[in-house]
């Protein structure tokens, strides 16, 4: 039994290096699964409450994945308003009534702290899918765990990183998420670049600070930064209190490839948790560097698979059960034999 059986994940604060470690080796055991190479059953029976009441593409559809390819299966609802709390059903209620139908639930919530609030009603483990500006803390994981395998390839580790973040730090909940993990590693150099009403939230700029790391803030792009990390962020138009007041914002931390030539070393990591936004008034990521092969993030995406069957494993007690419960997968038999 690890640390996490039976538990909530509700932020990044509950996880300390060990953790994140264990989480990266049972993510690692996951490969030939999340290639379809082999099957696992060992949530056979199992259900998964996937509770999304915000849009999302990515991490709603890769914890349903995450859950079908070991076994499990998958209930879903989408949306405030096709659920009962558009009614004034409070989130204790939701929680008492849908924990009674699933063994573990992965909810998306736009008010901060409601994932937590909901998990208080909550009979089974809830998996933090984003709390509004808040935090994202499957998503920092599986941020890290691309970090650690692309600086692999360059023979570093994640001590002694130098992250440039860049764009809406102050709603985009990703980078909070993110920043308090790297905070557990050794001789982190942040540069923050934002303008200054999306700056990072204060507590975050104090985490990191305590923690003794190297902080640059700036509010533009300037000059060669030695960065491993170029991680953009998406304006979270939804957060703000009106369309026009998002549209000061957009497209102002556009990455191109000859911004990305003129600002970064030719080996910077260029990752983004997505969705960019790719209307021509934004354009964060042009297109133009869909074939650098330092952009990581669709990378990233793939392995939030892994990691998200890393945490059902774990919480749900059955990480050193993988093997026992594997199989054959027939259709790749059958191309195979064609
Ligand atoms: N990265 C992320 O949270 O994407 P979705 O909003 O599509 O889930």
């Given at each position: ?10 932020s990044?604060?509950?996880?300390d ?5 264990k989480v ?6 996951m490969?030939?699964?999340?290639k ?14 996937n ?36 009614k004034?059903?409070s989130?204790y ?8 139908y699933?063994d573990?639930?992965?909810m998306?919530?736009?008010a901060?702290g ?13 998996i933090?899918g ?11 994981l ?15 580790g ?12 102050r ?5 909070h ?11 982190i150099h ?7 009403e999306l ?30 990390i ?13 369309q026009a007041?998002a549209?000061r914002?957009?497209g ?8 990305y ?19 021509a008034?934004?354009?964060?990521l042009d ?7 330092n ?5 990233q ?9 890393a ?20 259709w ?6 064609e």
């Open positions: 039994m690890s640390q996490f059986t039976g538990h909530h994940i509700l990044v604060s509950q996880l290096r060990d953790a994140i470690e990266f080796a049972v993510a690692n055991m490969q030939p699964y999340a379809r190479q082999k099957r696992t059953t060992v949530l056979d029976g199992a259900i998964l409450g509770l999304f009441f915000e849009p999302s593409t990515r991490t709603r559809v890769s914890f349903g994945t995450a859950f079908n390819l070991l076994g499990g299966e998958v209930r879903e609802t989408t949306g405030m308003s096709s659920s009962a709390l558009a004034g059903e989130l209620d939701t929680a008492r009534v849908l924990s009674g699933s573990i639930i992965a998306r919530h736009p901060a409601s994932v937590a609030e909901f998990a208080q009603g909550s009979r089974v483990p809830v933090n984003g709390d509004g500006a808040n935090e994202h803390p499957t998503q920092a599986l941020d890290l765990f691309t970090i650690e395998r692309e600086l692999r390839y360059e023979g570093k994640i001590d002694g990183l130098h992250i440039a973040m860049i764009g809406d730090l709603y985009g909940r990703t980078v998420s993110l920043s308090r993990l790297l905070c557990l590693y050794k001789n942040f540069t923050l670049v934002s303008p200054p700056a990072m939230p204060t507590p975050v700029i104090d985490a990191i600070e305590n923690a003794g790391h190297r902080l640059t803030i700036s509010t533009r792009l300037e000059g060669s930064l030695n960065a491993d170029c991680y953009q962020t998406r304006i979270q138009e939804e957060r703000f209190e009106s007041e549209n914002y957009r102002k931390f556009r990455l191109n490839q000859s911004i030539t003129k600002h970064f070393q030719s080996k910077t990591v260029i990752m983004h948790p997505l969705p960019r936004d790719s209307r008034e934004a354009n964060e297109n133009d560097l869909n074939q650098n092969p952009l990581a993030i669709f990378r995406t793939d392995n939030g698979v892994l990691v998200r069957m945490l059902f494993a774990l919480t749900l007690g059955v990480e050193h059960l993988l093997t026992r419960y594997e199989k054959d997968v027939i790749h038999s059958n191309k195979s034999s």
